[in-house]
């Protein structure tokens, strides 16, 4: 339990309206796994350290993350593998293209949460365009006009409210993540517009071949890291935590100071 | 595996930041950047050597152009000043080691990328970021910005990579805290993992 409150009070102000559905997740995963030992007050530098990594749940999330390498090894690499292999690389970027564009519609709808007018209009420029004169989305014409695609999630979306992303933890399949958006992802899946428009097995189709052709294209690196590092899963947890903080940047970057009017009226109304 | 995909992706591209040349390049860091660049495809990308030999002259190029006893002192973070002088001046040897087995086999293609430096700028007295953009004829482009430091006579090192907004030097740091931490704390534990790694 003292873990469990550990986590709810290191997540600050951000994800009270998460919190039962989270806490009954977490009491039954807890009691498989355990809790990571915080480091004794009197070392400020460890306690600085361990609040950095916010990893409470490590030992639960070793698990998973091992459990996510074996399947990796048995299903996905060798997916990769073979679609690598096998798929010329003009036809992967027409797949590519077209699950991106499916993807767009949930991309415009986070833009607009986001109160972010620019994106949202290129994100609908680029979904029209596509979806017609690209055929579907196979060709990524708008790119090519200079519209460059991007990609926003509801987690991307809580975090311009103003959310902090509450410890790291590693979701079973779909790997690293944090709790607000692990959230997010939950919500992408029940608001995604093309999921109104598709079947079931068209969607999990989609998904595969998305996980498949992301998956190819880092065959090699991630070979590598795991043959190279000393322990893959402190360096996946680093890289994934620097890798969102860029994707977060990156948002702000293009719109700079320019927190959403949303921000303060969300943080009013979960507290 | 979704995050990691970029990200480890970067990780690996990294290969390419530590390719360095040999010459201590005159001029501004950018130039130092265009020269490492021009430099590695050189002594790396030349057909026909055999492992041995591209992984010596991978070792020089990173001995050459990045700061390793800095760079080093930054990824034991807190337990550099635990550690004893053997311990350090080991641990430096170990990394410098370990970083080339990590990368060397990643520049094996080099000849594949095309490096262009964008712009820099100083972040502090006498360091500076350089930006620069990682071409590939199959693959979108990569950001790489190198964190380059001029030394008193006016020479360059590189202090750290970051790929696509990932820092080497951080990855590094916080991978050797956890292997430290599960060693209860001792940097004889992080010593031995990398000695077992590196074939020492």
Redesign the interface.
């Known amino acids: 339990m003292r873990c469990l409150l550990m986590i709810f009070s290191g997540s600050g102000s951000g994800l009270g309206f998460l919190r039962p559905v989270v806490a009954v997740a977490l009491l039954g995963l807890l009691a498989a796994g355990g809790c990571a030992t915080p480091p004794s007050a009197d070392d400020p530098?460890?306690v600085q350290?361990f609040e950095e990594?916010n990893d409470p749940l490590e030992p639960l999330n070793r698990q998973v993350f091992w459990f996510?390498e074996v399947l990796?090894n048995l299903l996905?690499r060798p997916l990769a593998f073979a679609y690598r292999e096998g798929v010329p690389?003009p036809l992967r970027t027409s797949v590519r293209s077209f699950l991106d564009n499916l993807k767009s519609p949930l991309t415009l709808l986070n833009d607009v949460l986001q109160l972010n007018a620019d994106r949202a209009g290129e994100t609908l420029l680029r979904f029209s365009m596509n979806s017609t004169i690209g055929f579907f989305g196979f060709a990524d014409v708008a790119a090519e006009i200079g519209y460059p695609g991007h990609h926003e999630d509801f987690g991307q979306t809580l975090a311009s409210w103003g959310l902090e992303s509450g410890p790291y933890v590693v979701l079973p399949v779909?790997?690293?993540?944090n709790l607000r958006d692990a959230g997010g992802q939950v919500v992408d899946i029940l608001v995604d517009p093309t999921g109104f428009e598709t079947t079931e097995l068209f969607r999990l189709g989609a998904g595969l071949v998305s996980?498949v052709d992301?998956?190819a294209?880092?065959l090699?690196?991630?070979d590598?890291?795991r043959e190279?590092?000393?322990?893959f899963?402190?360096?996946?947890?680093?890289?994934?935590r620097?890798?969102?903080?860029?994707?977060l940047?990156?948002h702000e970057r293009s719109h700079p100071v320019k927190p959403s009017p949303l921000a303060p009226v969300v943080k009013e109304r979960i507290r | 595996?979704?995050?990691?995909?970029?990200?480890?992706?970067?990780?690996?591209?990294a290969a390419y930041s530590l390719s360095a040349a040999a010459a201590g390049a005159p001029g501004s860091a950018e130039d130092f950047i265009r020269d490492l660049a021009a430099t590695a495809l050189v002594k790396l990308g030349e057909k026909g050597t055999d492992a041995d030999d591209h992984n010596r002259r991978f070792q020089r190029l990173l001995t050459n152009r990045f700061d390793i006893p800095r760079i080093s002192k930054f990824v034991m973070?807190?337990y550099w000043r635990r550690a004893t002088d053997d311990e350090r001046r080991e641990f430096v040897s170990l990394f410098e080691k370990?970083t080339t087995?990590?990368y060397a086999?990643?520049f094996r293609d080099i000849g594949r990328a095309k490096l262009n430096v964008l712009r820099s700028r100083e972040v502090a007295s006498g360091q500076e970021v350089v930006h620069s953009q990682i071409d590939f004829d199959?693959?979108p482009p990569i950001k790489v910005d190198w964190l380059v430091r001029s030394g008193p006579s006016g020479g360059h090192k590189i202090t750290d990579v970051v790929i696509?907004?990932?820092?080497m030097r951080?990855?590094f740091r916080?991978?050797?805290?956890?292997?430290i931490r599960?060693s209860r704390g001792r940097v004889a534990g992080?010593l031995a993992?990398?000695r077992k790694?590196t074939g020492d």
């Open positions: 530098e460890a350290h990594i996510n990796d996905l690389p779909l790997g690293p993540s996980a992301r998956r294209q880092y090699d690196e991630l590598d890291l190279s590092s000393l322990d899963y402190a360096a996946a947890r680093s890289l994934h620097q890798h969102r903080a860029r994707q940047e990156n | 595996m979704s995050f990691l995909r970029t990200t480890v992706f970067c990780a690996l591209v973070g807190r370990f087995k990590a086999n990643r199959e693959r696509e907004g990932v820092s951080i990855t916080d991978e050797f805290a956890s292997v599960q992080l993992a990398l790694k």
